[in-house]
């Protein structure tokens, strides 16, 4: 007993990296963006990301052709969902709102997530859950509005806003499918199939795209800051979360979320000279107190039971 505590506490202690990596992402792919075309960038990333996390399968013996046999589809919804149709529908969305209407609409994340994995996948619902998503929910509120009332009621809703929920439902089922299909599959081999075969998506959009003849004039900086987003933001940091929907559930897993804002937000502080509100502090202290919360329910109620691994048909 004493040794799945400490497993389960060890996966959100690692888990607390993602929303680290994907906070980062924000201030260094607006910059990437301003020399590339969106698609284009995404399909560096993700491309060369697919790249190396195929060599490490490959060096670890994790890669089973036998294994993407009998769950291609799981894992090709996982691919056309989490890889391509989010980054599609995330990159375009910020050609028509503000990036406070993105946050706020992506910040619903853990409560569709958790609705979905309570309704279709029978994961376990308690009062902490529902106590950590409403304190999640109202601290990243605060935070990207900077405590403004005036700014929340300002908000409108455009096709840039249609857009991102596209994006969010895309993100949503991405990790509903994920944590059946990862019933049967190593994180490793499922981050790795998903994010090739995604990126063979938005190379295909990218040609269309026209950006390729501006690769070869990025700077260093924006080839440090690919370099970044390409290691840690999709090689390190997609394959933990797909170990944490793995390990802990969709549900706990999508709480982390809530923290890409806050990490977001003291990196633009710190690297780039933004200021922060203390309402907004204590919008951060909220979430990481609600990200807590689930970490302590999830250990006190035992997991669900494992159901039969999914196949093809």
Known sequence: MKTETQSYWKIYLLML??????????????????????????????????????????????WNFKEIKQRWAGLLLMALTGIFAYNTFFFFALNYTSAINGSLIMATTPVF????????????????????????????????????????????????????????????????????VMRGTPPLLTTT????????????????????????????????EMMYMIIFA???????????????GASQASMFMNLVPINASWIAVALYGSTITWKQMIGMLMVITSVFLVAVSTNIHSPEKEPKKLTSA
């Open 17 to 62: 990296f993602v929303p680290l990596f994907w906070g980062g992402t924000f201030p260094a792919a607006q910059h990437v963006i301003t020399e590339i075309p969106p698609i284009t960038a995404a399909a560096i990333r993700f491309g060369t990301a697919g790249l190396i996390l195929l060599f490490i399968s490959l060096y670890r013996s994790e």
């Open 113 to 180: 997530m958790t609705l979905g994995a309570v309704l279709f996948l029978k994961e376990p619902w308690h009062l902490r859950l529902g106590i950590g998503l409403l304190l999640s929910l109202t601290g990243v509120l605060l935070v990207v509005t900077q405590g403004s009332q005036r700014t929340l009621l300002s908000l409108s809703f455009n096709v840039g806003d249609l857009l991102f929920i596209m994006a969010l439902v895309s993100w949503v089922v991405h990790g509903l499918i994920g944590k059946v």
């Open 193 to 224: 199939f998903t994010t090739i075969v995604g990126s063979v998506g938005l190379f295909i959009w990218s040609v269309f795209e026209g950006g390729w003849k501006s690769v070869p004039l990025m700077s260093v900086q924006a080839w440090l």
């Open 234 to 248: 999709t090689v390190a940091a997609f394959f933990l979360w797909n170990k944490g929907v793995h390990d802990i």
